[in-house]
């Protein structure tokens, strides 16, 4: 079941804000629970017992972790739910013999942190597996993130507040979150298609195509965490931010601090710091973020151009910490905003395309090397359909739109207004029956 669907939004949603606001508060976790596995076996009738499972060996390590606190046993515990993740994670991933369950990759990612938070002292052991499955199965966050960790909600789980306030708040970023996915990203994803499709791609053909894959990829990636956190702050919770405008980043080490921001946060907390962080001189450091990025490509997937696109980023992030960030600094900001555009498309070429020399020869037709037009006119053609289109995507990535909206938007009325007319339109594109996937459900 997808967030952008009538039978979520007309059906799934209401029964369960209506269940969770008159019901007392003791049974929202367990309704949030039981309809969050109703909401993963819809699409997962069979891996929801993988997640099951998954939820009850964190739950019994957790538990094993404080219980023999400060022996060698409360180690192990640690040991074993890391093994038992990371295998868990690694057959259904990288194995190829079974189809890849949904979400799989947040939500080991959040019970292994549980794990290592309650053996580190940072939270205290869950005693309720009502309460720990709610947290683990959560439907908001269940398949795409953002990955929320145990401590930021370890509060909320058993004494949060639903209120007017927070339902509004929680409705404006739905909708905002479902305008971007329905409305621009499964727009763009469309191109990104046509374009992809080609027989014979032009320099042109190949740069529209990229940049609406990566308008696509921010936009639904995006939209979906807007979407995610408005459902959390319907149900009383609050969870972290995942993207903060990363395409007006001026180095690659911001971009990384603005695009899926609790993948990284997850990665520095439990990796990098582990591994001495930037304490232990530079070499270590540089170490360090070699080791973080080639696993944050695995993580996203088996296939050769993830690895590569991870040693990518590792490349340029190494460079950025050696020299080329003061230099960066020293330019002006156009300057620094292009090198990042550039590499970030650069990125994202590897990153779209599962076959490395179809990726080659995008960045070659890109670049010119191989013998192709400049343009056809069915380029051309695309450009002036889409063109308006774009145009809106590139301003909507920025912090622009906030800002007039927050400017000429300010009265409640024009508020609401306008998330109206975006629940309108997204609806008539619903019903239409257009373009509509999501594309970290593959992740």
Known sequence: MVFSSFTF????????????????????????????????AWGEPVYVLIMLFSTVVD????????????????????????LVNLGLLGFFKYSGLVPLPIG????????MSYTIDVYRGKVPVQKNIIDFGAYVTMFPQLIAGPIVRYSQIQKELT????TIEKLNSGLDD???????????????????????????????????????????????????????????KMLGFTFPENFHYPYISKSITEFWRRW??????????????????????????????LIVWLLTGIWHGAGWNFLIWGLYFAILLMMEKMF???????????????????????????????????????????????????????????????????????????PLCKRLGDAYLRHPVLQTAGLIAIGVLCFANLAAGTYNPFLYFRF
């Open 9 to 40: 939004l007309f059906f799934f949603l209401p029964i369960i804000l209506v269940a969770c606001y008159v019901a007392p508060f003791r049974l929202r976790n367990g309704i949030i629970f039981l309809g969050s596995l109703f909401f993963y």
């Open 324 to 398: 080329l960030l003061r230099l960066l600094e020293k330019l002006p900001g156009f300057v620094a905003h292009l090198y990042s555009l550039l590499a970030i498309i650069v990125g994202w070429v590897i990153f779209a395309f599962d076959s490395l020399i179809q990726g080659v020869k995008w960045l070659q037709t890109m670049i010119g090397f191989t013998d192709v037009p400049l343009f056809r006119s069915a380029d051309l053609y695309y450009l002036k359909s889409y063109g308006i289109l774009l145009l809106i995507g590139i301003l909507a990535s920025t």
């Open 104 to 111: 799989i990759s947040f939500y080991t990612f959040q019970t």
């Open 260 to 289: 899926h921001i609790t993948l990284g946060m997850w990665f520095r907390e439990y990796v990098y710091i582990p591994l001495g962080g930037s304490r232990r001189g530079k070499l270590v450091q540089l170490r360090n973020i």
């Open 159 to 162: 004494g949060r507040k639903i």
């Open 59 to 82: 739950f019994a390590h957790g538990w094993l972790v404080e219980r023999y606190r400060g022996t060698v046993k409360s180690r192990v515990a640690l040991i074993s739910s890391i």
């Open 174 to 232: 739905f909708f905002i979150g479902l305008g971007k996915k329905v409305l621009l990203a499964n727009s763009f994803g469309e191109l990104w298609k046509i374009c992809a499709g080609q027989e014979q791609t032009s320099i042109l053909g190949a740069w529209l195509g990229i940049l609406a894959f990566a308008l696509q990829i921010y936009f639904d990636f995006s939209g979906y965490s807007d979407m995610a956190i408005g459902l959390g």
